[in-house]
Nanobody, 128 residues
Framework: QVQLVESGGGLVQPGGSLTLSCTAS????????VGWFRQAPGKEREGVSC???????YYADSVKGRFTISRDNDNNTVYLKMNSLKPEDAATYFC??????????????????????WGQGTQVIVPS
């Protein structure tokens, strides 16, 4: 069964850190592009960080310098390390994977990029 599963969300105080995991089953993430998106209640989906098959990365301005996306091919997982979390980072975070190798990392983070696979999301809560 092909699926993506996110984990690692939770409640964290402002200034704290979390690491989200996006683990694939039924296919290998090695040569897939992977994106992390988030959506808060009443807001549109936002591309947070994306990584191409070749390692090229993109970060939204709102998270640049605080978040890091990385691959662990041995564990078929892509991580999103989030530091210095702010209340405005609170949202449900989704990962998505796509087999396309065209287009840059920025394009991958467009809110309606047609990814092949999506996870169900993991919630991040940062109280104000």
């Amino acid at each position: 069964q092909v699926q993506l599963v996110e984990s690692g969300g939770g409640l964290v105080q402002p200034g704290g850190s979390l690491t989200l995991s996006c683990t694939a089953s039924g296919f290998s993430l090695d040569y897939y592009a992977v994106g992390w998106f988030r959506q808060a209640p009443g807001k549109e989906r936002e591309g947070v960080s994306c990584i191409r098959f070749n390692g090229e990365t993109y970060y939204a301005d709102s998270v640049k310098g605080r978040f890091t996306i990385s691959r662990d091919n041995d564990n078929n997982t892509v991580y999103l390390k989030m530091n210095s979390l702010k209340p405005e980072d609170a949202a449900t975070y989704f990962c998505a994977a796509d087999s396309s190798r065209i287009g840059g990392a920025l394009a991958l983070c467009l809110p309606f990029y047609p990814y092949d696979h999506w996870g169900q999301g993991t919630q991040v809560i940062v109280p104000s």
